[in-house]
């Protein structure tokens, strides 16, 4: 009989209009269930359209993806939305999630602080992923690492979300990251 892979929840984060329902897609091997709206008139000064002019829509529940990393390991992907308004999602968002992707937008930096707080506060392992939008100033990620006051074992790392590779790389260092922390939980007879 075939082995039952494990299967993990994982949460892509960050501010609004920072790749997130992009991340999602391009690396997942199912359609993508996705809950777009168009942006309207209403959004104006409301949400901040700086740097992403040309986007049309937003979502407003989740997106929801999968991709399996290796024969064992499937990884259920969950997709934020961005907007304030909808913080009451998260919560119930991150129920069961074991570690986040906080994208960032390096245009828009502060944006991803309150994905950055939240997973904090809960004790989510997460990393940040820098998408690397054309024609944005390019950071060293240590820079960016500063400039969001992580913690030094938090990996910061570059990506371009449109890529499925790159985005499948973000998504092994998020798990490589997270058996590394519960493996320290178990180092320090936390576990135990
Ligand atoms: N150049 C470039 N454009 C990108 C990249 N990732 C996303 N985009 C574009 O940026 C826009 C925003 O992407 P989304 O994936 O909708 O962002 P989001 O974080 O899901 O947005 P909300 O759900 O509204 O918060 C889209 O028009 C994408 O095509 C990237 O890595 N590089
Ligand atoms: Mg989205």
Redesign the pocket.
């Known amino acids: 009989m075939d082995e039952i892979p494990y299967a993990i929840k994982i949460l892509v984060a ?10 999602v ?1 391009s690396v997942s091997e199912i359609e993508p269930l996705r809950t ?1 709206e168009v942006i309207t008139a209403e959004s104006v000064g409301i949400d901040d359209l700086e740097g ?1 002019e ?2 049309t ?3 407003v529940a989740m ?1 929801f993806g999968r991709i399996t990393l290796t024969d064992g390991l499937v990884l259920y992907l969950f ?1 934020t ?3 304030d308004r909808f913080w009451f999602m998260w919560d119930e968002l991150s129920l069961g999630a074991v570690g986040a992707v906080v ?1 960032a937008d390096t245009r828009r930096l502060a944006d991803c602080f309150p994905s950055v707080d939240y997973f904090e506060q809960r004790g989510t392992p997460f990393i940040v992923a820098v ?4 024609g944005a100033k390019r950071y060293r990620p240590e820079d960016v690492r500063v400039a969001l006051d992580l913690d030094p074992q938090v990996p910061v790392l570059l ?4 890529r499925r590779d790159s985005s499948k790389g973000v998504l092994i260092s998020l798990v490589e990251y997270v058996l590394q922390r519960y493996s320290e939980l178990e180092n320090n007879g936390v576990l135990a």
């Open positions: 960050g501010g609004f209009g920072a790749g997130k329902t992009t991340m897609g777009e992403v040309q986007k829509t937003t979502t997106d997709g939305p961005g907007q994208l998408n690397c939008f054309d990506c371009d979300a449109r």
